[in-house]
């Protein structure tokens, strides 16, 4: 595979780095650069203020959501060309963190799904970053088993009133709309009772409650519906048809997550490379490098599959089960370096001041919270289910449920 540029992609590379160079608020690229993982420094500035700003601007500029229509916000561009801005983008790029959800998850199920009003409506504001949205799917007795879920939606006139429980919802206290799943018919079998909507995040009876974690922040939400009516012509798809919504979502989802993702490689060659362990520097010791060619090795891995995403994304293709193998593979080596990089500061991995810690800490805000990343967007267990079976075809796992109306599958009291 040839990675150079074409003389088209070159020129469109020339003029994404001249516009960065003439707009990006540079007097944040030193603290976007420190940023630990999962949180953003943005110094003085407000984070969610900084985000907004820089991805209006782009908007503006003609630079945001560049695969969309035009009509929609984007700019009409090739993947290829999306791939360039994000090299080009650098370190501005951790601002748009913010606005992964929305127009890595969202934009493109209303785009598969929601009437032209509605995209027309929506779709500019996401882009711009004008308005936030989140992904409302997980409940606490169906985290993995999305199918299982419980929050119900049920037809009054005009209107659907929904009751019930989401959680993990990343950036609900930030957003202004969410994609909703529910079910609507209890008496069909789990995956073919649901039904998709879209809804304004402050209507009456939603209750947004953060929650707390282990690294201190309160990226997740629990997200409560009491007696919550959405119109109708908010659905996304047919009622029943919720699962089929649901999918495009998630295969977008594993391929937002699994291409964003830092894996912390560069991050921990540049400790190996400054921290002292024994005699000589850390990089010198040969069981450190063999650990570093082993990830430099899953890295271009990494790069390799995504590039084949992008190929098939750029013949016309939707993002298939095989980037479910991103985020798996990216999951499982960001807590291994995150592990090992505490083991080798020794003592010192207990600092948790960036301005003292060797590596500014970055690694133990890693270690708090890549646990998650093995979690959110889907378990290493249910990605492998869907490797195994999807890309690779073996044969499927037994489920006692299959089949059966959700109304009649046991539970526990």
């Not at 990675?3 to 603290?31: C, M, Q, V, Y």
């Not at 650069?33 to 500035?45: K, L, Q, R, V, Y």
Request: proline letters at 5%.
């Amino acid at each position: 595979m040839d990675f150079n540029d074409t003389k088209e992609e070159a020129a469109f590379r020339a003029e994404a780095r001249s516009w960065i160079a003439g707009n990006a608020p540079a007097h944040l690229a030193a603290p976007l650069a420190s940023s630990t993982f999962g949180g953003i420094n943005t110094g003085d500035e407000d984070p969610l203020q900084a985000a907004k700003a820089w991805q209006k601007k782009k908007a503006d500029g003609g630079w945001a959501c560049l695969q969309w229509p035009t009509e929609y916000g984007g700019r009409g561009a090739t993947p290829m060309q999306s791939v360039i801005w994000s090299q080009e983008e650098g370190v501005y790029g951790k601002l748009s963190g913010t606005f992964i959800i929305g127009q890595g998850m969202c934009g493109p199920t209303l785009i598969a799904y929601a009437s032209e009003e509605h995209k027309r409506r929506f779709l500019p504001k996401m882009a711009s970053g004008e308005e936030i949205w989140c992904q409302l799917f997980s409940e606490p007795v169906a985290g993995s088993d999305l199918a299982g879920l419980r929050t119900k939606a049920e037809r009054d006139g005009d209107d659907w009133v929904i009751n019930g429980q989401k959680i993990w919802t990343s950036g609900a206290q930030h957003s202004d709309y969410g994609i909703l799943i529910t079910r609507t018919d209890p008496t069909v079998a789990k995956h073919k009772g649901l039904t998709m909507f879209f809804l304004d995040m402050k209507s009456p009876g939603v209750d947004i409650r953060p929650i707390k974690q282990v690294n201190g922040q309160s990226g997740f939400n629990e997200v409560y519906f009491d007696n919550v009516r959405i119109p109708d012509a908010q659905r996304l798809g047919d009622v029943g048809n919720g699962w089929q919504v649901s999918l495009t979502t998630l295969m977008n989802e594993r391929l937002a997550i699994g291409g964003s993702i830092a894996t912390g490689v560069p991050e921990v060659r540049e400790l190996v490379e400054s921290l002292n362990m024994g005699p000589g520097k850390a990089i010198d010791n040969p069981a450190v490098r063999s650990k570093l060619a082993d990830w430099y090795a899953k890295s271009s891995g990494l790069k390799n599959t995504a590039a084949r995403s992008l190929t098939a994304l750029s013949k016309g293709d939707v993002p298939g089960p095989e980037n479910s193998i991103g985020k798996l593979v990216v999951g499982g080596m960001m807590q291994d370096i995150a592990k090992f990089a505490m083991d080798i500061q020794g003592f010192g991995s207990l600092v948790m001041d960036p301005e003292v810690a060797e590596g500014n800490a970055r690694f133990q805000a890693m270690l708090l919270r890549s646990p998650a990343i093995r979690i959110e967007g889907g378990t290493d267990q249910i990605l492998r289910n869907i490797i195994a079976e999807r890309v690779l075809g073996l044969p499927a796992d037994m489920r006692a449920d299959k089949g059966l109306p959700y109304n009649e599958i046991p539970t526990g009291s």
